[in-house]
């Protein structure tokens, strides 16, 4: 799927903006606050039908307006698809294809795949295990519906038992047979997303060292490796076996809510060893793993959106990056930065097919 043109009507900054993209790259430069994220940020909403940053549509509503619109015209394969999402508070969001509006918003998601890469993305490097596993969570169930339900349900069971462990007054007995149903109806739902995160883990892991190999130029040793007590023990076991564990601290201690991913650099985390620039690499080299695997599973190059990925990265590893995603693998791909310079002199280098925009008060041109 290829971004040929991208509309915004009172979205964010913009009150209008009308701009063709290159199939290839596209780079947009401008200063701090001029709207290039906001950019991205419309073209990740007509993927995942809302914002990269936040919840509440309202707050992408132009200051002062009532509504906002994104409209994107893409190329799929020499067929044209027109995506639309419209909202307005006090109406729901539409989210249409081709003029037909969609019933579900999970209809639409996988249609265009995308990848944000974003410098609040560092949450999943130095974060809480809570980010990676939103991390693997959200990559697969983009793919995979039967592990979006299974999820779902995990979720819904984890509450239910939880509330009962804490609910119960410390004087009386919790019934073993209601707990005996939790754990069994957990454990159904926990080792099938055992099962495909640790698919996920060993699909992507090979990918994510082949890129940091070359944009470090193999000058540090990384690892990456899916944490989970399922490993040791089925769930239910697992549960059975440390009930009074459960009981004492009134929550569930085992299950697929307290995996992690380790992300590790010369057999240390990396969250505490790596230098930001290091960090970085990781996290790009991660997200472009992503891209391949999703490719990979799709059939479809994912769009790639690069928001201010140079700071802290020497220019070895920068040129790196581009030499990367200006290879024939990579689709289409978006740019911000604020140096003109910085990306003239490395798109003279690489100089594959692109369009370079500069953005000033709210408005796009070509370089
Ligand atoms: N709902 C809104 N209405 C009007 N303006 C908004 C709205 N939301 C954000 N903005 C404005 O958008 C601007 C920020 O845009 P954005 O984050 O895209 O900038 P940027 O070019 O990426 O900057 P940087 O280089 O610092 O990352 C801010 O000036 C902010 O006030
Ligand atoms: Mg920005």
């Known amino acids: 799927m290829i971004l040929q043109h991208l509309t915004l009507t009172n979205f964010k900054n913009y009150q209008s903006l009308d701009a063709d993209f ?51 015209q893409y190329d799929s394969d020499g067929q044209s698809e027109e995506i639309y999402c419209g909202f307005e508070p006090g109406k729901r969001k539409r989210f249409k294809r081709n003029k037909k509006e969609y019933d579900r ?53 984890l509450a239910q038992r ?5 609910e119960t007054p410390q004087t009386w007995q919790i019934d073993d047979s ?13 080792q099938y ?3 495909k995160r640790k698919e996920f883990v060993s699909g992507i892991e090979p990918i994510f060292q082949k890129y940091f190999e070359a944009i470090s130029r193999g000058k540090e040793k990384v690892s990456l490796e899916y944490q989970t007590t399922l490993d040791e023990k089925p769930l239910e076991q697992q549960l059975t076996e440390n009930r ?14 307290k995996d992690d ?50 700071d802290k990265l020497d220019q070895t590893r920068v040129e790196q990056i581009v030499n990367i995603v200006s290879q024939s693998n990579f689709g289409q791909i978006f740019i911000t930065d604020t140096s003109t310079q910085r990306i003239d002199s490395i798109l003279q ?19």
């Open 105 to 157: 918003f999970a209809d639409h998601i996988g249609l265009i795949p995308l990848v944000m890469v974003s410098p609040t993305d560092i949450n999943l490097i130095i974060g809480g295990s809570d980010d990676r596993r939103k991390f693997m969570d959200g990559i697969i169930s983009q793919f995979d519906r039967e592990y979006l339900l299974k999820y779902q349900e995990y979720t819904r069971i």
């Open 261 to 310: 991913l380790e992300f590790g650099m010369s057999g240390m985390p990396i969250k505490r060893l790596g230098s930001q620039g290091q960090q970085k690499t990781y996290l790009v080299a991660m997200k472009l793993a992503q891209f391949e695997y999703i490719d990979g599973l799709c059939g479809r190059k994912p769009v790639l959106l690069l928001d201010d990925i140079f």
């Open 162 to 166: 939880n509330h009962l462990l804490k």
């Open 193 to 195: 997303i055992y099962q």
């Open 22 to 72: 290159s199939p290839r790259i596209n780079c947009i430069t401008g200063d701090n606050g001029e709207g290039k994220t906001n950019i991205l940020d419309a073209i990740y909403y007509l993927s995942f039908c809302k914002s990269f940053f936040t919840g509440l549509d309202s707050q992408n509503i132009r200051h002062g307006e009532q509504f906002f619109i994104v409209q994107g």
């Open 178 to 190: 209601i707990l005996q149903i939790y754990d069994s109806q957990l454990s159904e739902a926990g």
């Open 244 to 257: 009074a564990i459960d009981m004492a601290t009134r929550y569930t201690n085992f299950g697929i809510h």
């Open 349 to 367: 280098k690489f100089g594959s097919d692109h369009y370079h925009y500069n953005l000033k008060d709210n408005r796009l041109t070509l370089m």
